[in-house]
């Protein structure tokens, strides 16, 4: 602290004549003064970094800054899709944490990350499940690094949650959430922590994992999404996109992961004390980076007031502001002011731009993980081979780009290394998907789609028994029962509940519209008295019914749970009874 204090008084001690500027200059870019150089650092054993306390610091803070972008995803992810799906939403970002950290300590760091063992080009081939003794002269650079990367790799799979929303099994997305570290672990490894591997030999650069994190992210969402298939009417008629559940949350999440954003990219130089670098080059990267993203979020605000006839559209500055920070993920810490403004200007367009088309493709990405993820990606990786510059400081790019004279050479060389990564991820990630598609299914039943996750896996507002198949409201009223007898009845069974969900659905809108100002009285989940019409004679019949076991005696109404893929049509039959409400 002493040296700090010295430092700081250089600056602001009016009697010396140097230049103030010059003298912080000095503070932080010697190599030879100031508190950071006097340090001892540990020297390099085998596989891992010369790193010192100071990195280690560096390294955890800006981890824990990632693992906020947890919280992030899962409300830009819960806001965006049906609110009947928040809470699943939520509790499946969880599961990337317990789940997806558990495999990446058993193997995943092991095949990405190679300390003191046997490496190619390929993978690691030790430190699975990690562990260092205490008095082990790296341990704490071991499980900074660790700590670290895990949260890469967890992030690599939430974002393929996003594309997975609103129709994929719980069981199934916990045991994807662990396989998923095969698809990350690789990548990571052909790009990152060591001079031997493949990618870097060829001049590859990667800084912070726009290929290894968004484009496998990315590409592993595209093919769970077409694996899964659309949401039930999710193109049955124009724009019957689902509306957002909440708008709120999202731009909340929004501003997480703008945050987590910091610790994303900075963290990625892997110290702050390094004899190579400094402490300086840090700041300004996280200066340029605060620099980027606000000049950003003006822009797609003005690009959607533009596109959209004077209207402020929340997915476009969404989209538009994650799409640029995608794109200047790999470029980050390199890229001049100006260039950073042209990628992420650009990364934010072209994913605001693909949304229209995955959609004419029939493609239903709810949360637009391939635009923002692997569409941006691609444009960031292959924008180092534009504007890519020879770094004499650290000499982490080798080559120049196409602008600065550099030819075709690193772009060429960025676009190999895109395509292999998306190739890996689609195969792999199918591979995965498949086998739990034939064993296990991954998507959920027509009817578990339709009454949401929250309630069939949660309970949320209710309760859902599987093997009876009855629902049950918030106060314990049987409002069906589910019937999976043959298909002809789960045929009839669907109609009759997109029907009272239909009317649920009004019941509720108009509540709220009479009590407003946050004075609501608690309704009930569903009335009472049930009407019965029949769709030939128009005669109705009004009767009370205890449970819903009561009404099928009176009726020839039967819900029942065909395993489904969600995409059957339910046929209209001529004659039959139809659930509606009466007046309470």
Not at 28 to 44: A, C, I, M, R, Y
Not at 273 to 293: D, E, H, M, T
């Amino acid at each position: 602290m002493s040296n700090l204090t010295t430092g700081f008084d250089l600056v602001t001690d009016s009697s010396t004549t140097e230049d103030p500027l010059s003298q912080m200059s000095e503070i932080f870019n010697s190599t030879t003064k100031g508190p950071l150089s006097q340090v001892p650092e540990v020297q390099d054993s085998g596989g891992i970094e010369a790193l010192n306390w100071d990195d280690a610091t560096w390294i955890l803070t800006s981890a824990f800054i990632i693992f906020t972008m947890q919280s992030g995803f899962g409300l830009l992810e819960s806001g965006s899709v049906s609110s009947k799906n928040e809470v699943n939403i939520m509790i499946k970002n969880t599961v990337d944490v317990l789940f997806g950290g558990l495999s990446y300590w058993m193997f995943g760091f092991g095949f990405s990350i190679w300390i003191d063992g046997e490496s190619n080009q390929f993978s690691g081939v030790s430190n699975f499940f990690l562990d260092a003794a205490v008095d082990h002269i790296h341990s704490g650079q071991i499980f900074s690094l660790f700590f670290f990367q895990t949260s890469f790799a967890t992030t690599a799979t939430t974002i393929v949650s996003g594309s997975m929303a609103e129709r994929t099994k719980l069981e199934a997305y916990v045991i994807f959430s662990m396989l998923n570290t095969f698809v990350y672990c690789f990548p990571a490894h052909w790009l990152w922590r060591s001079e031997e591997n493949w990618f870097y030999q060829m001049g590859a650069i990667d800084l912070a994992g726009a290929s290894t994190v968004h484009l496998v992210g990315g590409v592993t969402g595209l093919v769970a999404t077409v694996m899964l298939g659309p949401r039930t009417g999710r193109f049955k008629d124009k724009g019957t996109a689902s509306k957002m559940g909440s708008p709120t949350n999202a731009v909340l999440g929004l501003f997480m992961l703008w945050w987590g954003w910091l610790g994303f990219n900075c963290g990625s130089t892997y110290g702050i004390a390094k004899r190579q670098v400094g402490p300086g080059y840090q700041i300004l990267l996280a200066n340029k980076f605060y620099i980027y993203s606000r000049i950003m979020s003006r822009y797609f605000i003005f690009y959607s007031y533009v596109t959209k006839k004077r209207k402020f559209d929340i997915v476009y500055i969404i989209n538009g502001v994650l799409g640029s920070l995608v794109s200047i993920t790999a470029y980050c810490a390199l890229a001049r002011p100006w260039e950073g403004l042209v990628i992420g200007a650009v990364g934010g367009g072209v994913a605001c731009l693909s949304v229209p088309i995955i959609e004419m493709l029939r493609i239903d990405d709810p949360v637009s993980v391939v635009p923002v993820h692997c569409v941006a990606a691609i444009w960031g990786m292959l924008s180092v081979g534009l504007f890519g510059e020879v770094d004499e400081l650290d000499h982490i790019l080798r080559y120049p780009g196409l602008f600065k004279g550099g030819g075709f050479k690193l772009l060429g060389v960025q676009l190999i290394v895109v395509i292999i990564i998306g190739l890996w991820s689609a195969v792999v990630s199918f591979i995965v998907l498949k086998i739990l598609d034939v064993t296990i299914h991954i998507r959920v039943p027509l009817h578990e789609e339709l009454l949401g996750a929250d309630l069939v896996e949660h309970s949320v507002s209710g309760s859902f028994d599987k093997t009876s198949g009855e629902w049950y409201d918030v106060t314990g009223t049987l409002v069906t029962i589910i019937d999976m007898s043959s298909q002809e009845t789960y045929t009839t069974s669907i109609r009759q509940l997109e029907h009272l969900l239909s009317n649920y659905e009004r019941l509720q809108s108009s509540r709220r519209r009479s009590f407003a100002f946050g004075f609501r009285r608690q309704p009930a989940l569903y009335p009472r008295r049930i009407a019965f019409k029949n769709v030939t004679t128009g005669n109705e019949s009004n009767e009370n019914m205890d449970s819903m076991k009561e009404m099928r005696k009176h009726s020839n109404v039967y819900v029942g749970p065909y395993e489904s893929t969600g995409h059957a049509t339910v046929s209209t039959q001529t004659q039959e009874d139809t659930c509606v409400f009466a007046s309470a």
